[in-house]
């Protein structure tokens, strides 16, 4: 053998030899990786409602947890939590609602009296454009239209299909959601089991990978919260309508890194052109330019930083991979996912005393767990959790 093994040297030099099988793990890693995704994205009316489901938990706990600091029973502390999300979502959709409805009307007729100066300007302006050349782009754009019109009539079609899978991924959402928050604590002792003497390294994981997420949700939603909030006093203040569901559509599109915001602010651009003119609407675009930057070099790292410390070059190549394998959700989650996984494998990695045995749940359903128990980490994000604290 060891003379087969020195042939084979003289043969191939070591560094081609090291090549080899470093490509050859490479290449059982990326078919591992690629079918594994493969399968997440079989099974994405499952993984995405799961995902925000856990989201959601990490924004509404700190809810959960006064309440129960307050002598409230778990189970009624949840169903208030939820009542208070529900709500406010209902009320923010039914202004929204409102708003649109009153205001739609008159943003058509504001954007065909500016089409129609914009029209006059391309034939008097500089560029001296002749009608016949207007005309001929408007004509190919409509025949642009009519050849997807079947493509468009395939995709009304399956719209019942979509709306049914929605309504199941909500479902499934809310549910997740609620026993996440009632019994996440009972929850992670009974997964932790499954892993035996690994249990105290998964159960370090488990809780940097909560504090890490609750960190970025939380911060994420304020910093979205102060966008939205300023972006549509802007609106608001230039008298832009539909000012509510552009602010809105900002605070959404701030949960996608980068990406969000360029298509959220060209949404706005264009409809502040159209509603109040080229002036408004340069004076609109240098106010979010500012006020993302600010965004940018001020509260992101304040308020998120402390979770996540990605360049931007990673947070681009995260969103593309999160964005083809689930679309605009998968885009939404990406980031998360992937600063979890960036905190969480050190400490599966790491060598440290291992933590007190889990305690095992009677066979009963047991009492209720107490005001401190938490649905991930137990406790409210810290930077440093206490290894005695309660599972996650």
């Given at each position: 053998m060891i003379v087969?093994?020195?042939?084979?040297?003289?043969?191939?030099?070591?560094?081609?030899?090291?090549?080899?099988?470093?490509s050859l793990c490479l290449i059982i890693i990326?078919?591992?990786?690629?079918?594994?995704?493969?399968?997440?994205?079989?099974?994405?009316?499952?993984?995405?409602p799961v995902a925000i489901a856990l989201?959601?938990?990490?924004?509404?706990?700190?809810?959960?947890?006064?309440?129960?600091?307050?002598?409230?029973?778990?189970?009624?502390?949840?169903?208030?939590?939820?009542?208070?999300?529900?709500a406010v979502l209902g009320g923010t959709g039914w202004i929204i609602g409102t708003r649109a409805n009153a205001e739609f009307p008159g943003l058509v007729n504001q954007v065909k009296a500016t089409s129609k100066t914009v029209e006059e300007w391309l034939y008097t302006g500089p560029l001296h454009l002749q009608p016949n050349q207007l005309s001929k782009w408007i004509d190919e754009i409509a025949t642009q239209v009519?050849?997807?019109?079947?493509r468009i009539t395939q995709t009304v079609l399956t719209g019942a299909t979509v709306a049914l899978e929605v309504l199941a991924s909500i479902v499934l959402l809310l549910f997740v959601t609620f026993f996440l928050l009632k019994d996440g604590d009972r929850?992670?002792?009974?997964?932790?089991?499954?892993?035996?003497?690994?249990?105290?390294?998964?159960d370090r994981?488990?809780?940097?990978?909560?504090?890490?997420?609750?960190?970025?949700?939380?911060?994420?939603?304020?910093?979205?919260?102060?966008?939205?909030?300023?972006?549509?006093?802007?609106?608001?203040?230039m008298g832009v309508p539909l000012w509510a569901p552009l602010a809105v559509l900002i605070f959404l599109a701030s949960f996608i890194p980068i990406v969000g915001i360029f298509f959220a602010g060209a949404v706005a651009t264009l409809v502040t052109l159209g509603a109040k003119?080229?002036?408004?609407?340069?004076?609109?675009?240098?106010?979010?330019?500012?006020?993302?930057q600010l965004e940018n070099h001020v509260l992101q790292p304040?308020?998120?930083?402390?979770?996540?410390?990605?360049?931007?070059?990673?947070?681009?190549?995260?969103?593309?991979?999160?964005?083809?394998?689930?679309?605009?959700?998968?885009?939404a989650v990406a980031v998360p996912v992937a600063a979890v996984i960036y905190r969480a494998l050190p400490e599966l990695r790491s060598e440290q005393p291992a933590l007190p045995p889990v305690p095992e749940p009677g066979p009963g359903p047991g009492p209720e767990p107490g005001p401190e128990a938490g649905p991930g980490a137990g406790s409210e994000p810290e930077p440093e959790p206490e290894p005695g604290s309660e599972p996650a």
């Open positions: 087969d093994r020195e042939r084979l040297t003289q043969l191939v030099p070591r560094t081609l030899i090291r090549l080899a099988a470093w990326g078919w591992a990786v690629f079918y594994f995704a493969q399968f997440i994205a079989t099974l994405h009316i499952v993984v995405l989201l959601l938990t990490a924004l509404l706990f700190p809810i959960t947890r006064r309440l129960r600091a307050m002598g409230i029973r778990p189970i009624y502390a949840t169903w208030i939590t939820m009542l208070i999300a529900l009519t050849r997807q019109q079947e929850i992670w002792a009974w997964f932790l089991r499954a892993f035996g003497s690994a249990a105290p390294r998964v994981a488990g809780r940097t990978a909560w504090v890490t997420l609750s960190h970025y949700v939380q911060g994420t939603v304020a910093v979205a919260a102060v966008h939205g909030v300023i972006m549509g006093i802007v609106l608001a203040g003119g080229p002036i408004y609407a340069l004076i609109f675009l240098g106010v979010l330019v500012v006020e993302q304040l308020i998120v930083g402390r979770a996540l410390n990605f360049h931007p070059l990673a947070i681009i190549l995260v969103l593309a991979v999160g964005g083809i394998l689930a679309g605009i959700a998968g885009a």
